[in-house]
């Protein structure tokens, strides 16, 4: 079958468009959250989203990543 997924937030603003895509898993620092990235393969997902929206869009969109859980705290992983 095929592996469908759907892109948490695409939004628009005055510079372009941007993917934000919000993981819950618990991280103790900014390291293993970008650990968790690679071993999860979150950052291919995003990429897929990334090519899809710009086939779409006919523009690259910036992506982002926002973990809800590091040191229980919200950090936001820029991608681009």
């Given at each position: 079958?095929?592996?469908?997924?759907?892109?948490?937030?695409?939004?628009?603003?005055?510079?372009?468009?941007?993917?934000?895509d919000f993981k819950?898993?618990?991280?103790?620092?900014e390291t293993q959250a970008r650990q968790i990235l690679?071993?999860?393969v979150y950052d291919a997902?995003?990429?897929r989203y990334?090519?899809?929206v710009a086939a779409q869009l006919g523009e690259r969109?910036?992506?982002?990543?926002?973990?809800?859980?590091?040191r229980s705290e919200v950090c936001i992983i820029a991608l681009d």
């Open positions: 079958g095929s592996d469908v997924r759907i892109i948490d937030v695409l939004y628009r603003s005055a510079s372009g468009w941007t993917i934000a819950t898993d618990e991280a103790r620092d690679r071993e999860k997902q995003l990429r990334t090519q899809a969109p910036r992506t982002s990543l926002i973990m809800l859980n590091v």
